[in-house]
């Protein structure tokens, strides 16, 4: 009850808590940011020149690059505060650092972390005077390195606000380049002459204690950049530390980032927070991370591909409707001519034909909304983005974040929105396909394969093409209704579409599209439409993420036809302990489905699977899942994708050859429900530093306190010790707060996350000192029950499901020789 009252307080406060952001303050206008391309005397608009294959891109198109590559909406004060709030745990000053006292260089940034070094930079070897003592990457000058146009203050003037123009300049509103792509610097405005007194860089890198209060000369920003470069399949680097321009493509996606590594630089394995970073795969992440909805579903950066083919295809299936907040949504309409064909997606006043967003499908408003949004999610605004949920631990009610309301309070928000729709030009021209045909290891490869080729097509039409192809067989009148039937009727929609899919007639049709010449020509490979989990029987978290749904933080960029969506049915997860297998009923609202992947360049994109868990990023790695985390990103050249594609495919099309979990050995390799599970990899302790709950005035402080009042004391929560070896998410899914919209349900799940607690904390307490890991784990064992009723998503089986060709939904099984010819094919896209 007392918990009630204060979640109710809470969002009463929050109401009350929103802000302007630091430009409008300072007297900014959105207009005032727009980056004209007056800067092109500054050589701004071709300084990418050679990215992407050196694709030549019109005025708009390059203003678009321009804001994909280094524009980041004022998101510097938000990873600041998060930097603090964490005690400096997230500290990208230190990701952007080479100083002597960690294992953090620019000469490793590719191999330990995934990051694509900026070119025309070098290692540090001295701290910098010119930048107050910071072992920052030092520019080198040369003919092939012109001076950075966006640092260029009087092109590009920031935001005049603090200190800046007294101790640090005001600098560019697109900051100083820091030598990783897609980080910028900003002079910090705290950074006021007595913070600069107390400024010691050296202390900084070599002390804990300083740093977490210290006060740093510079906030790092972040552009979309920083999780979509990549080196380019088709002309890597030499060096993968060291690559030009033309060896980075801007959609490709950063295959390789170490969530772990770069969201906590220290990596102490003893903090559960690591663990739970540690739990995403390379090249993955949870967008969900910091508006935590409690459900940790690590996904990969994908790339963007065929995003022009795409928008086409959304024109003729991708019909959704709009309400309330998410009318607000900018749509192209407002930007461009009447006659172009990207006008026709929205109609007035609901009516929205839009490509299904992210992995769940649940960006749905359009593709302005989608790019938009993300900006939020990365920070702009972030001090009204924080009013809306408990960042990291939940545990509080999420409201949704106003479009309206936000525009009106920031700046950087508007002037967001009006360069996205060049960054969507931008991605239309720049998401060309990267063909293995294009290299000549792969050119080889294909030729050698010519026969298998031609026999995986056939194979591919029958089983593959009803999900992978935006070509398909003119629709018989009540399968096309699929295209606008987003909403309560999906399941029947979906279900008639899946039943033409296997006549005789659909498969010869589709063969013939197959065959043709120009089968992968403008073709997004994906039908772009959601498929319920139940058929995937891939691992439910992600389609549980419930971030869209109505009421959450994200309630405003997801369509009306999303938030109706019927539940997918039930699916069947494992016991991690047990193994036995138990039914988990999937909600209606949204969640419960997973739209195909493209698979344009699928050959550079292993491993597989939305959480990258099926088959490594480095084959050459020693066995097993946690190795596999642990090895150092390979070199990014063709032979090594290929090794880790034809992994990967190999596993994906037979299914006994995929990894599991020990704790499902006995049930054998065609059980349902199994795979890898994400374990701890060391003993490791529950640790919420009191600063965290110190920044959050008012009643999110009030709701901790009230929750964990034992538990929070002068130095913060620290509950533990988690044995090594415990699966991450039967902690990390721990459902805080009900879904259910009525009151006595949720005080009544208050009530038992409160016990399970207090429970928890209790056994935990009894344990000796020195406990063994033996003995940590027993104490633990007895709750397992009570974590798994309250939890968001008992799935724990990473690599499973999508079983297509081995028997998923009753159907055929491919030959081995089937499959080898899909395998020729599919490495052909
Ligand atoms: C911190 C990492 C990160 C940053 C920064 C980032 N993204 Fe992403 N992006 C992701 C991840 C992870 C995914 C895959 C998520 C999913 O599909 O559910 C993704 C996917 C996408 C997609 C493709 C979704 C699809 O359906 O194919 C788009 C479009 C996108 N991001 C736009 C942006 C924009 C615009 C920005 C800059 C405002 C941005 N991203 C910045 C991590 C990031
Ligand atoms: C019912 C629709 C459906 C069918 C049929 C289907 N797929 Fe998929 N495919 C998906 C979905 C959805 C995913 C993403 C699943 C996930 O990651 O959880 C996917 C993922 C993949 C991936 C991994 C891509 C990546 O980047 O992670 C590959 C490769 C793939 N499919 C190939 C195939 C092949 C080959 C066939 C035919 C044997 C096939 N698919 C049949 C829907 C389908």
Known sequence: MRMLTLVMLCSVVAASCTARDEALESGRDAQSFIASLASQSTGAADYFRDLDGGIALSPAEQQGRVTWLVWTAGNDRFWERLSRLSGRTLDFLRIVSSHPSSSIARGTRWSRLGLVNEPCFEQATVPRADRFGLWLDVRRDGPDCPRDPFENESAHPGVKVGARGTTVPVGSFYGYASGVVGLRLFPNPDFDAEAAKAWDAERYYRDGRYAAEAIPPYRVGMSCAFCHIGPNPVDPPADPERPAWRNLSSTIGAQFFRVDRIFAWKADESSFFVQLLHSSLPGALDTSFIATDSVNNPRAMNALYQLGPRLSLAARTGRETLSDGSLDNRQLNEFIPAGDPLAALFVRPATVWTPRVLKDGADSVGPLGALNRVYVSIGMHGDEWLE??????????????????????????????????????????????????????GAARLASARDAIGRGKAVFAEMCARCHSSKLPPMPADVATIGACAGPDYLRCWARYWGWTKTDDFKQRMSALVLADDFLDGNL???????????????????????????????????????????????????????????????????????????????????????????????????????????????????????????????????????????????????????????????????????????????????????????????????????????VNLLANIGLISDSSALRNRAAHGKEVLQLVKDLQAALAALPRGATDEQASRAFAGLIPQMLRLSTCPDFALNRGHYFGDGADGERRLSDRDKEDLKAFVASF
């Open 525 to 727: 490979l994906s039908t772009d439409l959601r498929v319920p989990v139940t058929l995937l029987e891939t691992n439910a978290c992600s389609p549980l993420a419930s971030n869209a749904t109505r009421g959450a933080v994200w309630d405003n960029f997801s369509s009306e036809s999303y938030k109706t969506l019927p539940s997918a049915g039930t699916v069947f997860v494992r016991h991690p302990y047990t193994t036995e297998e138990v039914a988990f009923r999937l909600p209606a609202g949204g969640r419960g489905y997973t739209r195909p992947p493209s698979l344009v360049g699928v050959w550079a994109s292993a491993p597989f699977l939305l959480n990258n868990s099926l088959g490594r990023s480095n084959p050459d790695a020693a066995e097993g899942w946690e190795a596999g985390v642990r090895a150092e990103t390979p070199s990014p050249t063709v032979a090594n994708r290929l090794r880790a594609f034809d992994e990967a495919f190999e596993q994906l099309l037979w299914r006994e050859r995929r990894p599991h979990d020990p704790v499902f050995a006995a049930l054998g390799p065609d059980a349902r429900g199994i795979g890898t599970i994400a374990r701890t990899t060391a003993r490791s302790y529950l640790r919420v530093p009191a600063g965290y709950w110190g920044a959050f005035e008012g009643a999110a402080t009030s709701v901790a306190r009230a929750w964990f009042p034992w538990l929070v004391g002068e130095s913060g929560i620290e509950l533990g010790p988690i044995p090594k070896g415990t699966p």
């Open 388 to 441: 809306h949920f408990n960042p990291l631990v939940g545990g509080t009610r999420q409201t949704p974040i106003s479009i309206r309301e936000s525009r009106a309070r920031s700046a950087y928000w508007e002037a967001t929105e009006l360069q996205t729709p060049n960054v969507a030009r931008f991605l239309i021209r720049a998401s060309a396909p990267h063909r293995l045909s294009a290299t000549p290891e």
